[in-house]
């Protein structure tokens, strides 16, 4: 274990601000990670997996805990499940890759999502008509203060919308360091009806398409649609989508009649943020180096030099904004440090 002084965060973010870590561990096995928990308590670590979920304000004074635990292993298999665990430290996009080329099928509507394996269940990530909670069968996590191993199965995850149990009850209590998928081996159920899916296949000439083609539709959307952080910084959708009464759609409707929602429920619809931060006016915005992707309206990004506070404050002007103009309040699906 070997802590480094005073290093810039800038290459495990991913919207690439220049913040400094005044201490920094990087652990790659649970033999070290156990060590560092030992160590330090609670309040004094900062968690750090893929950068991909966050944007950083300031100097990090606690001590950045980056979790690189490695390691894909096959707990069983049979013709039609199997169950596969990939440490916390794994890339997601490479763990999604590897189950396609060894035909488990469940995963394919994640692809190119950035970050790390074991952050995945945290927000309960999800994309086209696809939750972590669909294909999780349950995750490791160490107690960050009496070092037990705990279980959660999926049922014990209070999974919602980019929500679960380790942003709520358990904030901070937890460090995953595991996670164990249920994925299909044969029969794979593909999930092409939602958004441009089914269209791209279309494009591409696939009429029965396997599990590698719905990947292959999935990260051509995704290149057309979302910027890459490698090339323009930014932490993918920075707010999450409202869920509103169906009376405040209503009201909407009134001046914009094709409004898009998804019913949640009787009385709950659904309202896609990047389209009310569109009517706002403010995609393409640009103050700096901080702004408003011009093709994305929910994606806030780092031109260059942008400080993490150029950042936040595009943020509350979008915030401000939608507020004004549809009386919807906006939470932020990235975490602000
Ligand atoms: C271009 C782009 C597109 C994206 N598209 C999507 C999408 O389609 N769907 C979606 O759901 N998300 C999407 N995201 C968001 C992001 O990729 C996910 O939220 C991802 O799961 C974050 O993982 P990470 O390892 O980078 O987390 P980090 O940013 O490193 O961490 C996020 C939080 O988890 C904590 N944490 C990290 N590792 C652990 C651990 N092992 N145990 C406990 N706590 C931990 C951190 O302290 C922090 O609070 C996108 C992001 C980008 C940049």
Known sequence: MKLQKNISLQPFNTFGVDVKAHQYINVTNEVELLEVLK?????????????????????????????????????????NRVLVKAAAGENWHDFVMYCLQHNYGGLENLSLIPGHVGTSPIQNIGAYGVELKDVMSYCEAVNRQTLATKTF????????????????????????????????????????????????????????????????????????????????????????????????????????????????????????AGWLIENTGLKGFRKGDAGIHTKQALVLVNYGDASGNEI??????VKKEVKKKFDIVLYTEVNIF
């Open 312 to 317: 936040k404050d595009i943020a509350e002007l």
């Open 39 to 79: 160590q330090f308590y609670t309040s004094e670590l900062f968690i750090l997996g893929g950068g991909s979920n966050m944007l950083l304000t300031q100097d990090i004074t606690k001590t950045v805990l980056h979790i690189n635990l490695k390691g894909i292993s096959i707990i069983s298999e049979d013709e």
């Open 153 to 272: 199965y999926t049922k014990d995850c209070g999974f919602g919308y980019r929500d679960s149990v380790f942003k709520t009850k358990f904030k901070d209590d937890y460090i995953i360091t595991a996670v164990v998928f249920e994925l299909t081996t044969s029969n794979h159920q593909l999930h092409i009806d939602y958004g441009a899916i089914q269209h791209e296949l279309t494009a591409q000439n696939k009429v029965s398409p396997s599990i590698q083609d719905v990947a292959d539709a999935v990260v051509a959307i995704r290149k057309s649609k979302l910027p890459d952080p490698k090339e323009i910084g930014n932490s993918g959708s920075f707010f999450k989508n409202p869920i509103v009464k169906t009376s405040v759609l209503e009201s909407i409707q009134d001046e914009y009649p094709d409004v898009p929602y998804y019913k949640i429920c009787k009385d709950s619809v659904k309202i896609p």
